[in-house]
């Protein structure tokens, strides 16, 4: 007895050890990403590092780290904490934890209980039944154990979606923090300029009253400055709509009355010029579609083993009694079934094949979007690096230019005190020299932009955690 129970112990643990079920190990992974069509036609430049070596040294963040105060510092982690889309997306991340537990419910035996009772109206006895049903599908084939690994693919594709949009949130906040500096900045420049167009006003007014000027230009420069206190207005507007902006990404009600207190200091580390490949192969949004193979490569498996025969097998414990009391004592007329059943498809229209092309294609599908992916990444790489390389140009241009025109201002003023000049030709100096100092405010912000667009291609490692 002891030998026949130990046969059947092992046959059982060797037909429930899923003998078609096969692991997505790296190989397989990289070998479904290598058969990409956009893949094939995608050359990487030289600028990529590519090997993997164990004592390749860290790649230097502190282009991007000399952005963040402390001040910066604190809204992230206020935005990470509070942002709204965040805490939305904690709900949505529970819900797939959840569904990863349903699905692995499957490899395992389900029990119910069954109890009815019923009357003959005629003869007036009566039949209880009182039953303990288990039921158990054998994964022979992986099926089971397929399915449930795509919900397991499926939530770690999700952790990493989550990642991204709190790497994106952090992102924007630094942004949106940056453009309020800038507002400010420019807010003050502007208000300077309409400070010296009124200092022009009053030299065209003394003009005007002794004949060197008439009327018409006394005109011109009022409106000159009506048009100016008109874009004050929608700039000191636009800040505000910029404060709010801020405050809804640090999830607080949205006032526009958050206080931004810093400046453009300079940027002392300049951008590397070679990258390892490793930094775009763990972007979140990258590490999401890895995933998502992974998630294909166990669905086509699973719909390969639904082709296949499946084994089911089922117990009862229980009693019936032509007396219902007497089922409070189970064992007074115990009822044990045992039993099993081999299911196998003939014929279904041909569903269950075309399902597993339906899940190859779509398949094929996954790893043309994480091709899709890894080329947008360049992309998004290659551009930041082109503006950020653009702007460092323009900059120079800019400052040798405002450089030339503070040297220009300074001779004025010393000709103004020898008599060969007068002040209606420093204060338009001045004006454009505040219209080119404008101009560098801008360069300022998408300098800083662009770095944290290039932080972004490059994975934001770290961003999220402050």
Sequence with gaps: MFNKISIASALLLGLTSCIGYKAASPEKIERLKNNSEIKANMKISDKWIQEKQQDQPDFPYQWMSELLSPELEAMIKEGLAHNVDIIISKEKLNQVELSMDIAGSSLYPSVNALANTSNNLVSGSHIGNLQF????????????????????????????????????????????????????????????????????????????????????????????????????????????????????????????????????????????????????????????????????????????????????????????ETNVGGISNLFSNPLIKVGGGLTTPIFNGGRLKKNVEIKTSQQQQVIEDYSKSVLLAFSEVESALANLSSIDKQKVFQQQLITALEKNIALTKKQIQIGSSNSFVLIKKQRELIKKEMNNIDLDLQQRMERINLYMALGASGLEKF
């Design 133 to 320: 049903k288990a039921n158990w599908e054998l994964d022979l084939w992986g099926k089971n154990k397929s399915a449930e690994m795509v919900s397991v693919s499926q939530y770690y594709s999700a952790v990493f979606k989550k990642k991204l949009l709190e790497q994106s949130v952090a992102a924007m906040i630094a942004k949106a923090y940056y453009l309020n500096i800038s507002g400010q900045y420019q807010e003050q420049k502007i208000s300077d300029y309409i400070s010296k167009t009124q200092d022009l006003k009053k030299i065209f007014t003394v003009q005007n009253k002794v004949g060197t000027a008439n009327t018409l230009d006394l005109s011109n420069i009022e409106s000159e400055i009506i048009l100016l206190n008109s874009y004050l207005e929608k700039v000191k507007n636009a800040n505000s709509q910029s404060r709010r902006s801020l405050e809804m990404l640090c999830g607080k009600y949205p006032e526009g009355l958050i206080k931004v207190n810093s400046d453009f200091f300079t940027l002392k580390h300049d951008i590397p010029t070679d990258f390892p490949l490793s930094l775009l192969e763990k972007r979140s949004d990258i590490m999401a579609q890895l995933f998502q193979i992974e998630s294909s490569f166990y669905e086509v498996q699973e719909a390969k083993a639904a082709r296949l025969p499946s084994l089911n097998i089922s117990a009862a414990f229980g009693a019936a």
